[in-house]
C-alpha cells in the first residue's frame, strides 16, 4: 500500500527536489505552499507524514505542528521538520512540538530519504 | 549648680543685671549723699553692688573651672590652640 | 626733696623692672617661666590704671565726686561677659596670631593693608593725648616733688630741670626706655614673658603706692572713713558724696560706655589681654580678678579726693596732684616718694605697652605695606631684614611718645588728666563696631568697616582733638564758638545744632551714629570678597573650626620648605625658624626635607609664623610671592568653612547625585533595551541570512545529488533540475553581492562615484534591462519622462540599482492579470522625484513603517512567497540617503503601492555648496 506525505514549503525548487525523491521513495507526494493550505490538505486527508518547514508564509511550520498534534485524526502522522536556520531552539521547540525529527537545510537527499522511509515504516499501518 | 551650657547666659544676665543697677533710673534712688553710719548712700551702693558683682563673676566662673577640671580627665587640653611653637 | 635724690629713686626703680624683665626672660629661654599665671595676666591687664587712676581720678573726685568710676565700672561689665566677648578674641588671636588690634581689624576684614593702617592711624593719634597724660603727670609730680615751697604743693612750678623742659626729658627717657624694653623680640606675637612680669610688678606697685596713701590719709590723719565722710559732711562738701549731676546722667552713662569700648579697643589692652594671654583658662581668673583690682584700687580715690579738699580748703590747689601734696604737706617724705613712684609705675607701664603695641602696628601695618607696594623691599633678595624691622619699631616708639610731647604742648597744659584721657578713650571707641561686629556678623565687610572707622575718627577729630586745639590757642577760638566760617551748624561742640549735651557724650554720639551707621549700611550693600567672608567665618565661628587643624588652609600652591624657610627667617632670624620648622615637623611627625614642597599645613604654619613678626595682611603679599600659583580655591575654602551653606550644599549635592544616579539609571536601562533590540536584530538579520543563503543552497544540493544518483532521468526533467540549479546558483551570487554592497553602505565603505547623472537616461536604461521580466509577467509599463529633465548629483550604478530594484519590486507585486506599472520623474524645487507604482494590492498599514528594513519579507501579501532576498529596499533606502534624497513608500487611492524617492539636484546642490 502507499504512503501518503504531505510537503509543506513555500520554495518552489525545494518542493520539486522533495516531490522527486518522495515519489522515487514510492509515496504520493501532496503539497502545500503554505500553513493554512497545509491545514487545510490534513482536515481533508490525513497523511502518513508530514514534511513541514518552518518559514511559511501566513502560518509558521511550529503553529501547523502544533495544530496536527491538537487533531485527534493526526496522532499517529509522523513529522518531519525542515528550518534553513541552524539554530539549536528551533529543534528544542519543534521536538517540544512533537516532531518526530528535525532536519536543516541544505539537506542530503540520500539522507532524508532513507529518514522518510524509517518513519514511515516504524509506525503502525493506518486503516483505510 | 550652673550647667556648662549656660556660662553664657549667667554672663549675659549678670551682665544685663549690672546694667540696671549702674544706670538710671535704679542708679537715681540710690545715688544720694546722705549718710548712713556716716558713710554716703550712693558710696555703699556703687562699692557694695561692684563687689557683688565680681562676687558673682567669680562664682560663675569657679563653677565652671570645676566642671571643666572634671571634664579635663577626659579630653585633652584644649587651652593653647593651633601651632605655636614655646619661645625658644 | 633733692631733685637727686628722686631722679635716683626714678633711675633705679627703672633699672628694677629692666632687671626684672631681663631676669623672667632668661628663665623662661630654659624652663616654663613661674611668672605664668593668672594672677601675673591679671596684674598685667591692670596696665589700665594709668597716671590717669593714680592722680587724675582723684582730681575728678574732689571736683565732681563719683563722676571718677564709671571708667572702672565699665571694665567690670565687660570682664562681666568674658565668656562672650574675651574668650572669643583671645582665641582668635591665638589661632590667626594677631599681633595688634590693627592686626586683628585687618585680618578679620580681609587682610587688607588699607584697613590695618588706618587703625594704625587712628590708634596713634588717638593715642596721642593719652601719652600726654602720662608725660604731664610725671612731669608735674617730679617738679612738686623736688621743689621744697609751700606754694608748690598748690601749683606746681614749671621750673626746667638742666634748663630743658621736664618733660620733654621725661618723654625722651621714656622713649629709650619703651625702646629697651619692648624691641628685645621680633616675634610680635610669642609672649614677652618678661614685660608681663615687669607690668605686673609695676600694678603690684602703683596698687600699693595709693592703697599706702589711702590708708594714711583715712587712718592717720582721719579715724577712719565715717570721721572723714562726716568731717566732709560739715565742711559742705557732700555735693561730691554722690555723682554730680544735673539730673540727667548722660555723662555717667557716655563714660560707661566709652570705658567699656576702651578696655577692649585701647591698644594696649588688646595687646596685653588678648596678645600677651598665655592661657585661655587663666581669663576664668582674671574675669573677677581684674574687677577687684579695679575696686580696691578705687575705694580711696574719694577719701584722698575729700581730704585733700579740706586740707587745701578754698584755695586753688592742683587736685590731680592731692596724692602727692597731701602727704607732703603733713612732711611725709617717704610716703610722698613712695606716691611718686606709684605714679611713675602707673605711668611707665602705660607708655612702654602702648608703646610696643602701636609700634608693632605702624611698623606691621604701616610702614611695610607701604615698602612693599613701594617696592623699596626687595622681597626676592635674601637679605636679613630683622635689623630693618627692629629699626622700624624703636623709630616709631619714639616718634608716639614725641607725639605724645607736642601733643602736650599743643592742649594738655590747660585740661586735667581726665579730660585729656577721655578724648584717648572716645578715638579708641571707634574701633568697637568693627571689633564686636566682626567676630559677631560674619556678613560685615571691609567696606563696611573701612567706611565706618574713617567716618568716625573724622567726626572725633572735629567734635574733641580740634577743639582742644582751639581752646589752647592753636586755632581761632572763634572755631568753637561760631563754626567754621561762621557756620552755626558745624559748631564742633554743638553739630548740627545738637546743643545741651557735654561735649564728650555730644561728640561720641556723632561719631558712633555716623560709625556704626556707615559700618552697617556699607556693609550690608557692599559685596564681600571670598577672602573677607572666610575671614569672617573663621573669626564669628572661631570655636567651630579651631578644633580642626585643617580648616585655616587657604595656600594651595606650590614652594619648598626650603623656600618658605628663607622668607620667614629674613624676618624672624634664620636658627629661630629652622628650630620652629623642625618643632612643627616634629609635632606633626613627618620628616623635612629642604626640596620637598610645602603643602597646605606647612604654607599655613609658615604664613601664622610671619604674620606673628610683620602683621597678617604683610604676611600675606610676602607669602603670596613666595608660593607659586594663585591662592586659588577661596571659594571651594570658603563653602568646606561655612557650615550651613555647606551643610546645604551636601542635601544638594545628594538630591543631584541621586538625580543623576536616577538618571544613569534610566540611560542604563534605555541602553540596555536598546542593545537587547539590537541584539535581537542581529540574531534576526543573522538568522534571515541564514535562511536566505540555505534556501537556494538547499535546491543546489538537492537537486545535484539527485542528478547524481538518477543517471535515469529523463531529458526533459534532467534539463529543468539544471535550469533550477543555475537559477539558484544566480540568485545566491546576487544576494550574495547585495549583502556585500549593504555591508560595505552601512560601514561608510562603499566606493562612489559621484557625477551629474542624468536621469532621464538611466530611467530608459534601467527599464531596458527589465524588459525581459516584464514581458514574461505580461506587465505594462507607463513612462511619464519629462524633456530637459535638470541633471543630479549621484553614482549612476548605484540610481541604476534603486530604480532596477523598485521596478522590479513593482512587476512581482502588481496585477498578476492586467499588470501594470507607472514610472514618474518630475522636477521639485531642487530636487527630482522619481515614483514607481503598480496596480497590486498595495503595502499593508502594518508594514509601511517596516517595508524598507533589512529582511522585512512581505509575506503573506501573496499566495507565492515573493522572490528576493528581502534587501532590495533596504538597499535602496541605503542609497538615496546617502545622495541626499528620501525615500517612502504610499498606498493609492486607485489600488496598489506607489514607491518614490527624491534626489538632490546638481545645480541646486552647487549653489547651496556655494552659499555654505
Redesign the interface.
Known sequence: MTHTVLVVE?????V???Q??LK?AGFMVRVA??GEQALRAIDDYVPDLVVLDI?L??QDGFSVCEAIRGNDKCRDVKIIMLS????EADKERAMALGADEFV???????ILGQMVKDIVSSSPTIPQ | MIRTGRKKEWSILLFVASLILFLPPVLKIFDRADLFFNIPLSYMYFFGVWALVILFTALGARRRMMEEDDRKSGKADSSSVGPRQEPS | MSGGLVLTISILYLGLLFAIAQFVDKRADTNRPITRNPYIYTLSIAVYCTSWTFYGSVGLAANQGLDFLPIYLGPTLVFVLWSVIWVKIIRICKVHRITSIADFIASRYGKRAGLGGLVTIIAVVGTMPYISLQLKSIATSFRILVSSSETALLTAPSDPIFFIDTTLIVAVALALFAILFGTRHIDASEHHEGLVAAIAFESVVKLVAFLAVGFFVTYGLYNGFSDLFSKAQQKDLSGLFNVSTDGDYSLWMTMTLLSMAAIICLPRQFYITAVENPDESYLRKATWLFPLYLLVINIFVLPIALAGRLLFDGQTADADMFVLTVPLFHDQGILALIAFVGGLSAATSMVIVAAIALSTMVCNDLIMPLLLRWRVLNINKNDDLTGLLLTIRRVSILLVLILGYVYYLIASESYSLVTIGLVSFAAAAQFAPAIIGGIFWKGASYRGALTGLALGFAVWLYTLLLPSFAQSGWLPISFIENGPWNIALLKPYALFGMEGFDRLTHALFWSMLVNIGAYWLVSLISQQTAIERIQGTLFVDVFGHTDDEKDSRYWRGSATIADLQQLVGRFVGGPRVAEAFNGFAASRNINLRKSQTADATMLDFAEKMLAGAIGSATARVMMGSVVKGEIVGLDEVYRILDETSQVIEYSHRLEQKSAELEQATAQLRNANERLKELDSLKDHFLSMVSHELRTPLTSLRAFGEILVDNPDVPLEERKQFLNVIIKESRRLTRLIDQLLDLARMEAGQMDWSLDNVDVGAAVKEALAALEGLMKENEVQLDLDLPEALPKVRADRDQLMQVLINLVSNAIKFCDKTTGKIVVEVSTQDDVLLVSVSDNGRGVPEDVMSSIFEKFHQSAGTSENKPQGSGLGLAICREIVTFLGGEIWVANQPTGGAKFSFTVPRSDYLQTRLSAE
Open positions: 513555500d520554495e518552489p525548487n525545494i520539486l527536489s522533495l522527486f525523491i522515487q505552499r503554505d518559514m508564509p501566513k534553513a536556520k541552524s539554530r536543516t537545510k541544505p539537506f542530503s537527499t540520500r
